[in-house]
């Protein structure tokens, strides 16, 4: 655990971009397009990371730039909805695929959302249920903070492969809609969820990414929403003309579906960089 919540300032090293040496490098874009007019906020998930990691990297080390590529990559995946102001991926050559499926494009992650990217249908939840605010809702909501780490790095450029840890706490139940249509719930348990994963990714001369994959147990998560096994489940009645945040949240889904939602919900590692997330 590290000793401190204070974050270090980046370093400069030249030669290499700011996305590699700044894990919010990409938060100062003030002239990028986001998602809801203004960049989100990750102090609170920045603290959490330095206050519970388990790994503490030297400055321009490899794990720590591989570490600070992916958290600036899951901002832009997850905030800036023009797939121009993205500046960690080579755009033309860009894919993403999760557990030998196939390759996803930038347009795709950017049109369903990072968490419908990725979660594949299940018990718990359906990607082909929701929709991007609503599956954003439904795991910030849960865990207002799901920090992300590197724990090592087994080989450098142009192609990382790295082993990574996702973490946070359960704070408030889970919501969602499982890929049967029925609405889910599980209440909070203010314990931790954790999960493990592989990456490797193919970077540039630039150090953009120009594909990623990524392997890593789907269910680890869910498992641990419920890990005495109690849910409820209960059908799932579409009503017509209402969003579908507003439709599972009532009026706390109304923030989200205006884009007015509490800085500190809008910011998790883990829009979740291969989870959901980070």
């Known amino acids: 655990m590290a000793a401190t919540a204070v974050e270090p300032a980046p370093v400069e090293v030249p030669g290499l971009p700011d996305y590699v040496l700044d894990p919010n490098a990409t938060l100062k874009d003030a002239t990028a397009t986001w998602r809801h007019g203004r960049a989100p906020d990750y102090s609170q998930t920045?603290?959490?990371?330095?206050e519970t990691k388990t790994k503490s990297h030297e400055a321009a080390s490899l794990p720590n730039l591989v570490e600070n590529l992916v958290k600036n990559w899951e901002?832009?995946?997850s905030f800036k909805s023009d797939i121009s102001d993205w500046r960690t991926i080579d755009r033309p050559n860009y894919t993403f695929s999760i557990n030998g499926g196939p390759p996803q494009s930038a347009e795709h992650m950017l049109k369903v959302g990072t968490y419908n990217a990725i979660i594949s249908p299940n018990d718990f939840y359906s990607p082909e249920n929701s929709d991007f605010s609503s599956s954003h809702k439904t795991f910030k909501r849960m865990m207002p903070t799901f920090a992300w780490e590197v724990?090592?790095?087994y080989s450098g450029p142009p192609v990382v492969a790295f082993k990574w840890r996702h973490w946070g706490t359960?704070?408030?139940d889970y919501v969602g809609l499982n890929d049967k249509g029925e609405k889910v719930t599980a209440k909070a348990h203010g314990g931790l969820i954790?999960?493990?994963g592989i990456s490797v990714a193919k970077v540039d001369d630039k150090?953009?990414?120009?594909?990623?994959?990524?392997?890593?147990?789907?269910m680890e998560?869910?498992?641990?929403i419920a890990p005495n096994g109690i849910v409820n489940r209960t059908p799932h009645i579409p009503v017509t003309g209402e969003d579908l945040t507003s439709q599972l949240f009532?009026?706390?889904?109304e923030d989200v579906a205006h884009g007015l939602e509490h800085s500190h919900l809008s910011a998790t590692d883990g829009a979740c960089p291969f989870v959901g997330k980070q």
């Open 221 to 224: 998560m869910f498992r641990q």
């Open 75 to 77: 901002v832009e995946a």
């Open 194 to 196: 954790e999960i493990y």
């Open 170 to 172: 359960m704070k408030n």
């Open 207 to 218: 150090l953009r990414i120009q594909s990623v994959e990524t392997w890593f147990d789907p």
């Open 46 to 50: 920045r603290k959490v990371y330095e």
């Open 151 to 153: 724990l090592d790095v």
């Open 250 to 253: 009532g009026d706390e889904g």
